[in-house]
Structures are given as C-alpha cells and as structure tokens.
C-alpha cells in the first residue's frame, strides 16, 4: 500500500509538473501574439499617418477649393481609421473599441479640422458604454465621420448650433444618431446624392443597417444595424 502511495504521489507530482509546463507555454504563446498584435495595428497606425500626411502635402500644389476639399475629406477619413488602431494598439484589448472616448476623439478631431469650437458649436452626446469588435468600430467610424463631417460643413452657415449624438443598443440592434439644429441638406441640393452618402449606403451594408434622414428642425441622420458585435 506504501509502494502504491508513492507511485500515486509521484505520478500526481509529473502531472502538475507537465501541467504547469503547458500552462507556461501557452502563456508564453499568448504573450507573444499580443506583441505582435500591438505591433500590427501600431504600423497601419504609422502607415495611415503617412498617408495623411501624403494627402496633406499633395493639398499645397492644389489649387481649385473643390479638390482642396476632397483632399480633407479624404484625410477626415483617415483619421477615423487611424484613430481605431490607435486605441487598439494603447489598450490592453486588442479586440474592441470603446466607443465613447472613440466618438468624442474623432468628433474633436473634425471640429478643430473645420475651424470649429465648443462656444461656436455645443456637442452633445448619449453613448453607451459600448466595446466594439474592429469589424463593427470601422464601417460605423466612418459613416459617423461623413456625418459629422457634413453637419459641419452644410449645417452651421453662421457657426452657431448644437450637435448630437447618440449611440444605444435597442433589443437585437444597434442604433447610431447624428442630428444638428442647423439648416441642413435637404435632399434636392447636390449633396444629398453625393459621394458621402453613397460611402455610407455602401457602408451600411457590410452592418446589415438601415439608414434614414430626416429634414425638421435640422437634420437628423439614424443608422439602425442588425449585424454588430460587442467584445
């Protein structure tokens, strides 16, 4: 019984020896893909700063206001992509962003991009605390920068309003809003059918969503999605 007791401790002490060997590799493994996770979305960061960067130097040889304009826009973009990584590469997560410190950056970033501040422009916001997967934050990142963007440009003709925002889960969908006091692009001028709109109906459906607009009182952007992903 002795004999057998000992064998029963030595095998138990091989298995948590092999255990705790398993354990430690795979430990090892998952430190190392984290690095080289980080390591990822810190060079496409590097690689949209330098394509902001290209566009911003290709603006000083333009002359015509319309591609001086398309050449921001372009770079507004950019950003919004650039801004994911960004936080993906400084968070311990490496999966989702967390969207309310994501809204009110890129929301800065086009306020200080069109000249705007908070006296001349309020922004208001109701964001869920909501951590999205990086398939979810992009399309939905840029849809917001298109209308963000176009509130800016279109809404305040004397550079005196409010901006609002609000993203909430309802059910089984996510629901995004945009919405301004302003005087807004009703849907016979040029932009309601431009390139914008267009980006975002195309955005839309990689979400599975529902896009609407409304013209009261200003105007009101919503995008319903049915296919997003929380982390």
């Not at 590097?46 to 000083?60: A, D, E, T």
């Not at 590469?89 to 969207?99: A, H």
């Not at 409010?162 to 006091?181: C, G, H, M, P, T």
Request: proline letters at 2%; glycine letters at 6%; one cysteine or more.
């Amino acid at each position: 019984m002795v004999v057998g007791g000992g064998i029963g401790l030595i095998f138990l002490f091989y298995l948590f020896r092999v255990k705790s060997k398993a354990h430690a590799l795979i430990s090892q493994s998952l430190a190392e893909k984290e690095v080289l996770l980080k390591e990822i979305h810190h060079r496409v960061k590097n690689n949209l700063q330098i394509i902001s960067s290209l566009l911003n130097l290709q603006s000083r040889y333009v002359a015509d206001q319309e591609a001086i304009q398309a050449i921001n826009e372009g770079k507004s973009r950019v950003k919004a992509m650039s801004l994911i990584h960004q936080k993906l590469y400084q968070k311990d997560n490496l999966t989702g962003i967390e969207m309310p410190g994501y809204i009110a950056q890129l929301v800065e970033s086009l306020f200080e991009m069109y000249g705007f501040d908070r006296e001349q422009v309020s922004f208001k916001s109701e964001i869920e605390n909501l951590r999205l997967d990086i398939d979810t934050a992009i399309p939905l990142g840029l849809i917001l920068n298109e209308w963000v963007t176009n509130a800016l440009k279109y809404a305040f003709d004397t550079k005196q309003g409010v901006l609002y925002f609000r993203l909430f889960r309802q059910s089984d969908v996510l629901i995004a809003e945009v919405k301004d006091n302003g005087s807004g692009c009703k849907p016979t001028t040029p932009e309601s059918t431009g390139y914008g709109k267009r980006l975002v109906a195309s955005l839309a459906r990689k979400l599975d969503a529902e896009v609407s607009y409304a013209y009261e009182q200003g105007t009101t952007c919503t995008i319903t999605m049915k296919k997003f992903k929380l982390v």
